[in-house]
Nanobody, 123 residues
Framework: VQLQASGGGLVQAGGSLKLSCVASGRTLSSYVMGWFRQAPGKEREFVASISWNGGNTVYADSVKGRFTISRDNWKNTAYLQMNSLKFEDTAAYYC?????????????????WGQGTLVTVSS
C-alpha cells in the first residue's frame, strides 16, 4: 500500500484544515487507518485512528472534540478534519495503515506510512 497525504498548509489559530490520505496499490477497506504527527524537536505522536469500516474511532486526548477522522473506502481515502486549531497543533502529519479491524494508537502497529504533510498554525 502506498499512501499519499495532502491538505496541509498555514492557518490561523481557531481555523480549520482537512487532510486527505489517498491509498494506491491495495484497497483501503482491509486496513485500519491512523493519523500521527511530529512537531519540531518532538517525537511522533498518535492523533486518531479509524476501523476498517469507519464504525470505531480513537482519538488522542489533545485533539478530542476538535478533530474528526473519517474514511471513504470507495475513494480509497482517509480524512482528518481539524477544527479549532491551536498553535500547538503545528506539526508534520502522517497517515498510516495497518491490516486489521480495530483502531490502534501505537505507532509500531502500523505497517505502511505516507509522507508527511505540514500543518502550521499561527497564533
Amino acid at each position: 500500500v502506498q499512501l499519499q497525504a495532502s491538505g496541509g498548509g498555514l492557518v490561523q489559530a481557531g481555523g480549520s484544515l482537512k487532510l486527505s490520505c489517498v491509498a494506491s496499490g491495495r484497497t483501503l477497506s482491509s486496513y485500519v487507518m491512523g493519523w500521527f504527527r511530529q512537531a519540531p524537536g518532538k517525537e511522533r505522536e498518535f492523533v486518531a485512528s479509524i476501523s476498517w469500516n469507519g464504525g470505531n474511532t480513537v482519538y488522542a486526548d489533545s485533539v478530542k472534540g476538535r478533530f474528526t477522522i473519517s474514511r471513504d473506502n470507495w475513494k480509497n481515502t482517509a480524512y482528518l478534519q481539524m477544527n479549532s486549531l491551536k498553535f500547538e497543533d503545528t506539526a508534520a502529519y502522517y497517515c498510516a495503515a495497518r491490516a486489521g479491524a480495530s483502531p490502534r494508537s501505537a505507532e509500531k502497529e502500523y505497517d505502511y506510512w505516507g509522507q508527511g504533510t505540514l500543518v502550521t498554525v499561527s497564533s
